[in-house]
């Protein structure tokens, strides 16, 4: 029986990487981004743009395709400073959204991270794997997001055809 | 399959890493060593009954590289990073 869920390939989105510790983030791109998020793996919204805390010193900047000419405007890229290091990604990552009763289902199969509500909340984002591939997930409403490397599109949209069967 | 605690992420499937090699000795001076002693740092790879040091990545997670000791015998982790969450 198949699952009730819809899963659509999103637009390709604005992305923007961005290394350094949180002070030089902040000094150099503060009012362009929504405030820093404090825990791990957690991703906090302003102004249709969302900043994840991905790792270490590592930040990922998403907004809508057509905000990403006055994102780099604002950020200035080539004119960071030593300290860090902000690079626009947003031909590298294709989004996937998974939405629907079942939605979880559907990521229990692909992913092995405990998404349950309770230890995967509406405030978090974190790279793990989805069928086996380096993926980012976060959580949308009625679902999740799922991004991965723009090659592995095709891949995802046929594992998720066969695992919503 | 093994949970490894990342510093970053807290604990995480296996499969989100990649196996790093074990932790080895330092490299001697080759000038100060016996040639047993180098032929040994050169080519023996720990690999004891019980606990081992070993470097993982977290390739598929938040990119951390991290230590951990692991027990050959069971795959428990039986001392996570110092900060491992």
Redesign the interface.
């Known amino acids: 029986m198949p699952y009730d869920v819809t899963f659509t390939r999103l637009e390709t989105q604005a992305l923007f990487d961005l290394k350094g510790r949180r002070e030089a983030v902040q000094e150099w791109a503060g009012e362009a981004l929504p405030a820093c998020p404090d825990q791990?793996?957690s991703k906090t919204e302003a102004g249709g743009a969302t900043l994840m805390f991905?790792?270490?010193d590592?930040w990922l900047l998403r907004a809508d395709l057509a905000r990403e000419a006055a994102l780099e405007a604002t950020l200035r890229p080539a004119e960071a400073p030593p300290e860090m290091s902000i690079v626009r990604v947003s031909d590298t990552l294709a989004f996937f959204r998974v939405i629907g009763p079942e939605a979880s289902e559907i990521l229990a199969i692909a992913c092995?991270?405990d998404l349950h509500e309770s230890r995967f909340g509406p405030d978090t984002a974190?790279?793990?794997?989805a069928f086996?591939?380096?993926?980012l997930v976060t959580r949308c409403e009625g679902g999740f997001e799922v991004g991965v490397e723009q090659s592995f599109g095709p891949m995802m949209l046929d594992c998720l055809t066969r695992a919503s069967c | 399959m093994m949970q490894i605690p990342c510093p970053f992420c807290g604990p995480r499937n296996e499969s989100e890493f990649f196996y790093g090699g074990p932790v080895r000795p330092s490299r001697p001076d080759p000038a100060a060593v016996n040639d047993e002693d180098w032929t040994a740092w050169l080519t023996q790879v720990p690999n004891p009954l019980g606990p081992v040091q070993e470097h993982w990545w977290h390739a598929r997670g938040c990119g951390t590289w991290l230590t951990i000791w692991r027990d050959t015998r069971t795959h428990d982790v039986v001392e996570a990073p110092d900060d491992a969450g």
């Open positions: 791990p793996n991905i790792g270490p590592h092995p991270m974190s790279f793990t794997e086996g591939i380096k993926a």
